[in-house]
T-cell receptor, first 116, second 115 residues
Framework: DTGVSQDPRHKITKRGQNVTFRCDPI?????LYWYRQTLGQGPEFLTY????????KSRLLSDRFSAERPKGSFSTLEIQRTEQGDSAMYLC??????????????FGPGTRLTVL | AQKVTQAQTEISVVEKEDVTLDCVYE???????LFWYKQPPSGELVFLIR??????QNEISGRYSWNFQKSTSSFNFTITASQVVDSAVYFC????????????FGTGTRLTIIP
């Protein structure tokens, strides 16, 4: 088990371009979360999936953001028409939700997005 | 709404000193979980501990210890005999128990251990 992986690790794009990030969770984990972290701040929740179902989206997630998790495995986060304010570290985490146990979330290394 | 406050933005101590990182939280849930994560310079968040709201026993793991006090809504983290490898940003986080379990993070405390 190699943990949560994210690709790419770094992305530089010009304002107005679309970008897509990928997250591969720990294989048996049924929950997958996306967070965004800006400099000097803690991560902020964006959205999460239970298997393939997207169950909640934060108000931080504007219409330009879309996330998918086809077949309940990997997930993608797409940002359309990027803006400079989208520059941040995008973190993916996964966890195993079973019964009444709230298990810890394991984080990937993140994708650092820079919008010029 | 949930909120986590880490009032200490940066702390520097000399190696081998003890250091305590403070965390104060707010929630209306009666059942919840508290976490500490470490973010070293490499950037990847590393899980340190999870504690549920019904368990107020302090926990010790090697040089790390955690003091959970429900009466003051605090979940403080102490590193004993600090080492240079402890230098990192430490985040306290809170989640509900039966809902989406999303983590609400504090703003973090940057800890620098001076050799």
């Amino acid at each position: 088990d190699t943990g949560v992986s994210q690709d790419p690790r770094h992305k530089i794009t010009k304002r107005g371009q679309n970008v897509t990030f990928r997250c591969d969770p720990i294989s048996e984990h049924n929950r997958l979360y996306w967070y965004r972290q800006t400099l000097g701040q803690g991560p902020e929740f964006l959205t999460y999936f239970q298997n393939e179902a997207q169950l909640e989206k934060s108000r931080l997630l504007s219409d330009r953001f879309s996330a998918e998790r086809p077949k309940g495995s990997f997930s993608t986060l797409e940002i359309q028409r990027t803006e400079q304010g989208d520059s941040a570290m995008y973190l993916c985490a996964s966890s195993l939700r079973g019964g009444r146990i709230n298990n810890e979330q394991f984080f990937g290394p993140g994708t650092r997005l820079t919008v010029l | 709404a949930q909120k986590v406050t880490q009032a200490q933005t940066e702390i520097s101590v000399v190696e081998k000193e003890d250091v305590t990182l403070d965390c104060v939280y707010e929630t209306r849930d009666t059942t919840y979980y508290l976490f500490w994560y470490k973010q070293p310079p490499s950037g990847e968040l590393v899980f340190l501990i999870r504690r549920n709201s019904f368990d107020e026993q302090n926990e010790i793991s090697g040089r790390y210890s955690w003091n959970f006090q429900k009466s003051t809504s605090s979940f403080n983290f102490t590193i004993t005999a600090s080492q240079v490898v402890d230098s990192a940003v430490y985040f306290c986080a809170l989640s509900d128990a039966f809902g989406n379990e999303k983590l609400t993070f504090g703003t973090g405390t940057r800890l620098t251990i001076i050799p």
